[in-house]
């Protein structure tokens, strides 16, 4: 579990004193249900882990937080919803780094998401893996980027679409690793996966929970994560940055922001909140079994990290010239 110890610290101490009865005059924050738009349907990972987190928070924050699941366009109609919220601390967003950095970039006029939004905090980070069709002759990282130098162009990348973050993940590693390979684009994950199996297409990077039932079958192997994880989940898996290729390294990661202007006081609230929850083992654990880091940090460091991760894969879209159509 990684956390911002100095942070963590003064954070802790605002709960402390936050949880005292008398540190609340009336109306203090929050005195009625909070809603959390998450981007996606119901029943996804974002989902489980914004109830998850729903659940835990309610009771320190003495206020039902409820989540509204409005999935589709890419996660633009719910940043909507939260941009012209009042920022009041009664509507935010629980979004994946793909809604707040990758997509704002593939818009034909590019939004400054920190404009519309106000980060409260990083909640949780997870890697992918990079996964290859049991056809194809190799087991480790190694082997698999000398046989993609060996055969230029004949390596193809599966996709579930076009500018997702596995999309740009693989044009992140072609350069890093230095070999030429090919996107291959699907129309969701569920016929990636299967040509993947069959191996009409030879790779792909995706979360290791869609990917399980596959490896399990012995039908595509995991060679690979993207990043580090203290799940038991990724236990034997080998970081691609140590395993050959060392300048490759992403995650995707779940944050909760709000309206712009959300006043400090709500943010430091629901930040002490959350910071509290780093003592809660249980919370933790059912995170770890989903293949996800509980990994708070301060709105200043979520905004930060924002910050960069655009600048990142900025660079990859420009490079690989990723357009939407």
């Known amino acids: 579990m990684r956390i911002s110890r100095p ?3 003064a954070a802790l101490a605002a709960f402390t004193a936050f949880a005292t009865p008398l540190s609340w005059a009336q109306g203090a924050y929050p005195t009625k249900p909070i809603r959390v738009i ?15 987190l729903a659940q835990s928070l309610a009771p ?13 366009g890419a996660g633009v109609p719910a940043l909507g919803t ?17 809604n707040v950095v990758i997509q704002p970039l593939l818009t034909k006029t590019r939004v400054d998401v920190l404009q519309q939004l106000s980060p409260v905090a990083m909640v949780t980070t997870s890697p992918h893996v990079l996964v290859v069709s049991s056809k194809l002759p190799v087991h480790t990282v190694k082997e698999f980027v000398a046989y993609a130098k ?16 596995a999309h740009l993940g693989t044009e992140l590693f072609q350069r890093a690793a230095g070999i030429d390979a090919r996107h291959v684009p699907y129309k969701g994950t569920s016929q990636a996966m299967s040509d993947l199996a069959g191996g009409q297409v030879q790779a792909m990077f995706s979360s290791l929970p869609s990917m399980k039932g596959l490896i ?39 944050g909760l922001y709000g309206p712009a202007g959300l006043p400090a006081a709500v943010v430091d609230r629901l930040g002490a909140a959350l910071a509290g929850l780093a003592a809660d083992k249980a919370f ?5 079994a989903q293949g996800v880091d509980l990994s708070i940090s301060s709105a200043k460091e979520l905004g930060e990290r924002t910050r960069r991760e655009t600048a990142t894969w900025d660079k990859v879209i420009r490079d690989a010239g990723i357009q939407l159509n």
Request: cysteine-free; overall charge negative; proline content about 8%.
């Open 7 to 9: 942070w963590l610290a």
């Open 38 to 52: 998450v981007p996606f349907a119901a029943g996804g990972p974002a989902d489980v882990v914004a109830r998850e």
């Open 60 to 72: 320190t924050l003495g206020q039902p937080l409820v989540v509204e699941n409005q999935g589709g």
């Open 82 to 98: 939260v941009s012209r919220a009042p920022a009041d601390g009664y509507t935010l967003l629980f979004a994946a780094s793909g």
């Open 150 to 165: 060996a055969h230029p162009g004949e390596v193809n990348f599966a996709s579930a679409g076009v500018g997702g973050l």
């Open 216 to 254: 399990d079958k012995g039908v595509i192997r995991v060679i690979g994560v993207t990043a580090p994880s203290a799940s038991p989940a990724y236990k034997g898996i080998p970081v691609i940055k140590d395993a050959g290729v060392p300048n490759f390294e992403y995650t995707t990661w779940y």
């Open 284 to 288: 933790d654990e059912r995170l770890l």
